[in-house]
C-alpha cells in the first residue's frame, strides 16, 4: 500500500513512452524519494558519464507519503547525476507538483534521452504525450506555467525550467507552482540539455494507505506536535526561515563577503522580521504543510519593485550577507529573479560573492564585466543575477558557478564551497559539525543533508556546543542517516524540528503496513548514505574531496563571538569514517556493505 | 443551535488538507478530485479560497432532484444524497451554480458535502485546518460578526474622508 505502483519512462530521443510496474519490494527496502531513485540511478547508469549528455537520466520521484494527509507529505525530487559536482543530485521540493504526480498514479518518472527540439510533458493520468514546446521555449518560469495550463488544464501542477536551464547553466534548478525549487546541484541544466521545458501533471486517482483511520489520527497527533514546537509551530510561520538570520549572525558565523567575515552590519536589514514588517503579504503552505513556513511577498514601490515568494533564509544570505548588500528591495528582486529565470539561489548569490571578491582582488577586469562589481553593490547584485539567469554578457561566465568561475580566474582557493557546490549559510569554523557535513556531503556542501545546527544553534534534540569537535562525527552521521530516511518518504525535513523518527515510521507504517521499525528505517537512511557514496566513488570521488577551502580550514574568523575559529576538520573526519565503516580512504568496507545488504556491491 | 461551514479565505494557507480530509472520511483515500472541499489557489493574487456546498435554504439541487434522492437533515441544515435513491440523471449537477455536487463515474452517484452529518463535533475538513481557515459555528453568529467587521471598516474610511 501507499505506493502508486508504476513507473513512467519517458524517452525523449526516440518519443518511446513505457509504464512499468514498480518492484515492490525494491521499494520497501529504499522507501521511496531520494531512497528509490537513488538505486534506480546507481542501477541504470555509469556514473562516469557526461551529466549534461543523453545518457544521463532525470529521475522525477515522490515519496509513500507524498499525497498524503501526513504533515508535509507534498515532496517530490529530482536525482540526477550532477553537472555542477559531477556526483549525485538529489534536489528536494515542495509546493503541489509533487502530489499531482502521485494522482497522475505514478511514484517515479524516469527521462532519458535528448529530445531532438524543445519539448514539455503532458502527464494526464494514463495519457502522457511529448508536446512541442516552442511556445514557452526562452520564457521565465512564471511565463511558461500560465502558458502551459491555458494549454493543457487549468488544474494542471507543473515544473519547469527557466533560461538559466535552458543555456545549460550549471546554477539552473527545476521551479514549480512558481515559487517552489528543487534548487541544488544544477539540476534544472540537465533538464536543458534534454530539450525539456517543463513536466505538467494533472491527475484525479486516489492515493491509498493501508489503515486510513489510523494513518489520520497519527497525522493529527504529529500536527499537534508541530503546533507545540516553538520553531515549527511559532517561529516558522511568523517569520519564516529568514526567522533565524539575526540568530546565526548572533553566533557569529553568518557567512559575509564570501567568508571574510562571520558576522554582517546589514543582518537586521534581511531578518525575517524585517521581511514581515516591511514586504510579508501572508504566509502560505506547500500541500499538507500544517507549518506554512513560505513567505509571500511584494515590494510595492522603487526600481525593486515586483512580487512572488520569498525571499529565504538561505537566499537572503547568498544574495545579501554574501554579497555585502543589505538592501531588502535589492535581495528579494534578485531572489524573485532566480525563481522566475530558473536559478538556485545559494548558486547564484555565492558565484556573484565570488566574482566580486575576484574583482576587488583585481583578478577580474573591469572591462570583462561592464562595470565595476563591489560587495555591497545592490544595484550590481540585481543586475548580476538577471545577466546570470539570461546568460547574457558576463552573466555567460558567471553562469558556470563559482567554482568555475575562481579557476577561471586563478584562484580556486576563493570559491567557497564543496566539490563545486557553493557552501550554503552557515559557516563551518562557527559550527564544526555542519563544517564536517559539508566535507562529507554526497552532493557537495549542503545544510540539508544533515542540519547539525539543529543541534548546535536550537538545541534538537539536544544542545550542543557549536565550537566543539567532540561527538560530531556522531551528529554528522546521526543527521545525515536520518534525513536521508525523512527525504525518502515525500515529506519536509522542517518537520523534524517536532518530529522524530518515531512519529514519521508511526505515518510511513500506518501508510505502508511494511511491517517496518524504528531501527530499520534508520538503517535504510544509512543504506541509501552508502549507495550514494558509491555512486560518487565510482563517479570518480575520494576522500581527497571531502575537504574544505583553505579559507575555512587555515583563515581564523577575524571577529566576533567565532572570533579565531578554523573548521578543525582533521579532528572529526577520521572518526567519522570509522564511525561509518569505512576504511580511512572513505571507502565503505565489505562488513559494512554487507551489514547494509549493499554486498556484493550492486 | 444549526451549524454553518464558515470559510475565512485570509486565513487559509493553501495546504488543502481539508481536501484530502474529506476524501479520506468519505471515500477512504487520498483523492482531492473526490473531495466535496475545494481549495482555489490564486497564486498571483496570494488568494486561497475554500469552496463546498453553501446548503441552500432552498436548494435547487434537491429540488430538481427526480427521484428525491437529495434531503434535508433538519438537525443539521445539511443536504446530502440518498444513495440507493440516485440515478445518475445529473440534474442536481446542471441545477447547483455552485458546482457543489458532482457524479463519479465509478459508482454513477451524486455526491456532496452534507457536514459530515456531525453530531458531535466538527465536520472532518474543520478539524483538519490547523489555520483555523473553516470552523463550524452558529449560523446567525457568523453573519453579525462580519457585519460588525464591515462596520469596522466603514469607520475607518470615513475617518480618512472626513480626516
Given at each position: 500500500?501507499?505506493?502508486?505502483?508504476?513507473?513512467?519512462?519517458?524517452?525523449l530521443?526516440?518519443?518511446?513512452i513505457?509504464?512499468?510496474?514498480?518492484?515492490?519490494?525494491?521499494?520497501r527496502?529504499?522507501?521511496?524519494?531520494?531512497?528509490?531513485a537513488?538505486?534506480?540511478?546507481?542501477?541504470?547508469?555509469d556514473?562516469?558519464?557526461?551529466?549534461?549528455?543523453?545518457?544521463?537520466?532525470?529521475?522525477?520521484v515522490?515519496?509513500?507519503?507524498?499525497?498524503?494527509?501526513?504533515?508535509?507529505?507534498?515532496?517530490?525530487?529530482?536525482?540526477?547525476?550532477?553537472?555542477?559536482?559531477?556526483?549525485?543530485?538529489?534536489?528536494?521540493?515542495?509546493?503541489?507538483?509533487?502530489?499531482?504526480?502521485?494522482?497522475?498514479?505514478?511514484?517515479?518518472?524516469?527521462?532519458?534521452?535528448?529530445?531532438?527540439?524543445?519539448?514539455?510533458?503532458?502527464?494526464?493520468?494514463?495519457?502522457?504525450?511529448?508536446?512541442?514546446a516552442?511556445?514557452v521555449w526562452?520564457?521565465?518560469?512564471?511565463?511558461?506555467?500560465?502558458?502551459?495550463?491555458?494549454?493543457?488544464?487549468?488544474?494542471?501542477?507543473?515544473?519547469?525550467?527557466?533560461?538559466?536551464?535552458?543555456?545549460?547553466?550549471l546554477?539552473?534548478?527545476?521551479?514549480?507552482?512558481?515559487?517552489?525549487?528543487?534548487?541544488?546541484?544544477?539540476?534544472?541544466?540537465?533538464?536543458?540539455?534534454?530539450?525539456?521545458?517543463?513536466?505538467?501533471?494533472?491527475?484525479?486517482?486516489?492515493?491509498?494507505?493501508?489503515?486510513?483511520?489510523?494513518?489520520?489520527?497519527?497525522?493529527?497527533?504529529?500536527?499537534?506536535?508541530?503546533?507545540?514546537?516553538?520553531?515549527?509551530?511559532?517561529?516558522?510561520?511568523?517569520?519564516?526561515?529568514?526567522?533565524?538570520?539575526?540568530?546565526?549572525?548572533?553566533?557569529g558565523?553568518?557567512?559575509?563577503?564570501?567568508?571574510?567575515?562571520g558576522?554582517f552590519?546589514?543582518?537586521?536589514?534581511?531578518s525575517g522580521?524585517?521581511?514581515?514588517?516591511q514586504?510579508?503579504?501572508?504566509?502560505?503552505?506547500?500541500?499538507?504543510?500544517?507549518?506554512?513556513?513560505?513567505?509571500?511577498?511584494?515590494?510595492?514601490?522603487?526600481?525593486?519593485?515586483?512580487?512572488?515568494?520569498?525571499?529565504?533564509?538561505?537566499?537572503?544570505?547568498?544574495?545579501?550577507?554574501?554579497?555585502?548588500?543589505?538592501?531588502?528591495?535589492?535581495?528579494?528582486k534578485?531572489?524573485?529573479?532566480?525563481?522566475?529565470?530558473?536559478?538556485?539561489?545559494?548558486?547564484?548569490?555565492?558565484?556573484?560573492?565570488?566574482?566580486?571578491?575576484?574583482?576587488?582582488?583585481?583578478?577580474?577586469?573591469?572591462?570583462?564585466i561592464?562595470?565595476?562589481?563591489?560587495?555591497?553593490?545592490?544595484?550590481?547584485?540585481?543586475?548580476m543575477?538577471?545577466?546570470?539567469?539570461?546568460?547574457?554578457?558576463?552573466?555567460a561566465i558567471?553562469?558556470?558557478?563559482?567554482?568555475?568561475l575562481a579557476?577561471?580566474?586563478?584562484h580556486?582557493?576563493l570559491f567557497?564551497?564543496?566539490?563545486?557546490?557553493?557552501?550554503?549559510?552557515y559557516?563551518g569554523?562557527?559550527?564544526?559539525?555542519?563544517?564536517?557535513?559539508?566535507?562529507?556531503?554526497?552532493?557537495?556542501?549542503?545544510?540539508?543533508?544533515?542540519?547539525?545546527?539543529?543541534?548546535?544553534?536550537?538545541?534538537?534534540?539536544?544542545?550542543?556546543?557549536?565550537?566543539?569537535?567532540?561527538?560530531?562525527?556522531?551528529?554528522?552521521?546521526?543527521?545525515?542517516?536520518?534525513?536521508?530516511?525523512?527525504?525518502?518518504t515525500?515529506?519536509?525535513?522542517?518537520t523534524t524540528?517536532?518530529?522524530?523518527?518515531?512519529?514519521?515510521?508511526?505515518?510511513?507504517?500506518?501508510?505502508?503496513?511494511?511491517?517496518?521499525?524504528?531501527?530499520e528505517?534508520?538503517?535504510?537512511?544509512?543504506r541509501?548514505?552508502?549507495?550514494?557514496?558509491?555512486?560518487?566513488?565510482?563517479?570518480?570521488?575520494?576522500?581527497?574531496?571531502?575537504?574544505?577551502?583553505?579559507?575555512?580550514?587555515?583563515?581564523?574568523?577575524?571577529?566576533?563571538?567565532?572570533?579565531?575559529?578554523?573548521?578543525?576538520?582533521?579532528?572529526?573526519?577520521?572518526?567519522?569514517?570509522?564511525?561509518?565503516?569505512?576504511?580511512?580512504?572513505?571507502?565503505?568496507?565489505?562488513?559494512?556493505l554487507?551489514?547494509?545488504?549493499l554486498?556484493?556491491?550492486? | 443551535?444549526p451549524?454553518?461551514?464558515?470559510?475565512?479565505p485570509?486565513?487559509?494557507t493553501?495546504?488543502?488538507?481539508?481536501?484530502?480530509?474529506?476524501?479520506?472520511?468519505?471515500y477512504?483515500?487520498?483523492?482531492?478530485s473526490?473531495?466535496r472541499?475545494?481549495v482555489?489557489?490564486?497564486?498571483?493574487?496570494?488568494?486561497?479560497?475554500?469552496?463546498?456546498?453553501?446548503?441552500?435554504t432552498?436548494?435547487?439541487?434537491?429540488?430538481?432532484c427526480?427521484?428525491?434522492?437529495?434531503?434535508?437533515?433538519?438537525?443539521?441544515?445539511?443536504y446530502?444524497?440518498?444513495?440507493?435513491?440516485?440515478?445518475?440523471?445529473?440534474?442536481?449537477?446542471?441545477?447547483?451554480?455552485?458546482?457543489?455536487?458532482?457524479?463519479?463515474?465509478?459508482?454513477?452517484?451524486?455526491?456532496?458535502?452534507?457536514?459530515?452529518?456531525?453530531?458531535?463535533?466538527?465536520?472532518?475538513?474543520?478539524?483538519?485546518?490547523?489555520?483555523k481557515?473553516?470552523?463550524?459555528?452558529?449560523e446567525?453568529a457568523?453573519?453579525?460578526?462580519?457585519?460588525?467587521?464591515?462596520?469596522?471598516?466603514?469607520?475607518?474610511?470615513?475617518?480618512?474622508?472626513?480626516?
Amino acid at each position: 500500500m501507499s505506493w502508486s505502483g508504476t513507473i513512467l519512462r519517458v524517452n525523449l530521443s526516440n518519443g518511446n513512452i513505457t509504464k512499468e510496474p514498480l518492484d515492490l519490494k525494491l521499494a520497501r527496502t529504499y522507501i521511496g524519494g531520494r531512497g528509490l531513485a537513488t538505486k534506480i540511478l546507481y542501477d541504470e547508469i555509469d556514473p562516469r558519464l557526461d551529466p549534461l549528455g543523453p545518457a544521463n537520466k532525470l529521475i522525477l520521484v515522490t515519496g509513500p507519503l507524498t499525497g498524503t494527509n501526513a504533515p508535509t507529505g507534498g515532496r517530490y525530487m529530482a536525482v540526477t547525476k550532477s553537472p555542477l559536482t559531477g556526483a549525485i543530485a538529489c534536489s528536494n521540493s515542495g509546493g503541489y507538483v509533487g502530489a499531482e504526480m502521485r494522482y497522475a498514479g505514478y511514484d517515479l518518472v524516469i527521462v532519458e534521452g535528448k529530445a531532438p527540439h524543445p519539448v514539455y510533458l503532458w502527464v494526464n493520468n494514463d495519457r502522457v504525450e511529448i508536446r512541442d514546446a516552442a511556445i514557452v521555449w526562452g520564457r521565465s518560469t512564471h511565463e511558461t506555467e500560465d502558458a502551459l495550463r491555458a494549454a493543457t488544464s487549468a488544474e494542471a501542477k507543473i515544473l519547469s525550467i527557466g533560461p538559466a536551464g535552458e543555456t545549460l547553466s550549471l546554477t539552473a534548478c527545476i521551479i514549480n507552482d512558481k515559487h517552489r525549487a528543487a534548487g541544488r546541484s544544477g539540476v534544472g541544466a540537465v533538464m536543458g540539455s534534454k530539450n525539456l521545458k517543463a513536466v505538467v501533471f494533472r491527475g484525479t486517482r486516489s492515493v491509498k494507505v493501508a489503515h486510513p483511520q489510523a494513518f489520520m489520527q497519527a497525522c493529527s497527533t504529529a500536527v499537534a506536535k508541530l503546533k507545540a514546537d516553538h520553531g515549527s509551530g511559532e517561529g516558522l510561520p511568523m517569520y519564516g526561515t529568514p526567522g533565524i538570520v539575526n540568530v546565526i549572525n548572533a553566533h557569529g558565523f553568518m557567512p559575509t563577503n564570501n567568508f571574510r567575515f562571520g558576522q554582517f552590519v546589514d543582518a537586521d536589514r534581511i531578518s525575517g522580521e524585517t521581511i514581515h514588517d516591511q514586504i510579508l503579504i501572508r504566509n502560505k503552505g506547500c500541500f499538507a504543510c500544517t507549518i506554512a513556513c513560505a513567505r509571500v511577498t511584494e515590494v510595492k514601490a522603487g526600481k525593486f519593485k515586483g512580487s512572488g515568494e520569498g525571499p529565504e533564509y538561505e537566499t537572503v544570505w547568498a544574495l545579501g550577507a554574501m554579497t555585502g548588500v543589505g538592501d531588502l528591495a535589492a535581495v528579494t528582486k534578485a531572489g524573485y529573479l532566480c525563481n522566475e529565470l530558473g536559478m538556485d539561489t545559494i548558486e547564484a548569490g555565492v558565484t556573484i560573492a565570488t566574482a566580486m571578491e575576484l574583482f576587488e582582488s583585481g583578478d577580474i577586469p573591469e572591462r570583462e564585466i561592464g562595470h565595476p562589481l563591489r560587495f555591497g553593490d545592490a544595484d550590481a547584485l540585481v543586475e548580476m543575477t538577471e545577466k546570470l539567469g539570461r546568460g547574457e554578457g558576463f552573466g555567460a561566465i558567471l553562469a558556470l558557478g563559482g567554482a568555475r568561475l575562481a579557476e577561471r580566474y586563478g584562484h580556486p582557493e576563493l570559491f567557497m564551497g564543496v566539490k563545486r557546490q557553493a557552501f550554503p549559510a552557515y559557516d563551518g569554523r562557527g559550527a564544526q559539525g555542519i563544517g564536517l557535513g559539508y566535507a562529507t556531503s554526497n552532493r557537495g556542501a549542503c545544510h540539508l543533508r544533515g542540519y547539525t545546527i539543529a543541534a548546535e544553534v536550537f538545541g534538537v534534540p539536544r544542545k550542543v556546543d557549536p565550537f566543539a569537535t567532540d561527538g560530531k562525527a556522531a551528529l554528522a552521521k546521526a543527521s545525515q542517516d536520518a534525513t536521508a530516511f525523512v527525504d525518502s518518504t515525500g515529506t519536509c525535513v522542517f518537520t523534524t524540528f517536532a518530529l522524530g523518527p518515531a512519529d514519521l515510521h508511526a505515518m510511513l507504517e500506518l501508510a505502508t503496513d511494511a511491517g517496518y521499525t524504528v531501527e530499520e528505517v534508520l538503517k535504510i537512511g544509512e543504506r541509501i548514505w552508502n549507495l550514494e557514496r558509491l555512486f560518487n566513488l565510482k563517479a570518480g570521488f575520494s576522500a581527497k574531496d571531502d575537504t574544505l577551502p583553505h579559507r575555512i580550514l587555515e583563515e581564523p574568523i577575524p571577529a566576533g563571538p567565532a572570533k579565531g575559529k578554523v573548521a578543525r576538520l582533521g579532528e572529526m573526519l577520521p572518526e567519522y569514517y570509522r564511525l561509518r565503516g569505512w576504511t580511512p580512504e572513505g571507502v565503505p568496507t565489505p562488513e559494512k556493505l554487507k551489514d547494509l545488504a549493499l554486498y556484493p556491491t550492486p | 443551535m444549526p451549524k454553518v461551514l464558515s470559510i475565512i479565505p485570509e486565513k487559509c494557507t493553501a495546504c488543502r488538507a481539508c481536501e484530502l480530509a474529506c476524501s479520506v472520511k468519505h471515500y477512504g483515500e487520498f483523492n482531492p478530485s473526490r473531495s466535496r472541499i475545494k481549495v482555489s489557489i490564486f497564486l498571483e493574487e496570494a488568494v486561497y479560497i475554500p469552496t463546498a456546498c453553501t446548503q441552500c435554504t432552498e436548494a435547487w439541487c434537491a429540488k430538481i432532484c427526480p427521484t428525491t434522492a437529495i434531503l434535508r437533515n433538519d438537525d443539521y441544515m445539511a443536504y446530502y444524497v440518498v444513495d440507493d435513491k440516485c440515478v445518475g440523471c445529473k440534474m442536481c449537477v446542471l441545477a447547483c451554480p455552485f458546482g457543489a455536487i458532482e457524479l463519479y463515474a465509478d459508482h454513477g452517484k451524486a455526491e456532496k458535502c452534507d457536514l459530515c452529518l456531525s453530531i458531535d463535533g466538527d465536520p472532518e475538513c474543520v478539524k483538519f485546518c490547523t489555520p483555523k481557515a473553516l470552523l463550524f459555528t452558529d449560523e446567525d453568529a457568523d453573519p453579525k460578526a462580519k457585519q460588525s467587521a464591515v462596520a469596522l471598516r466603514m469607520k475607518e474610511v470615513y475617518k480618512e474622508v472626513a480626516g
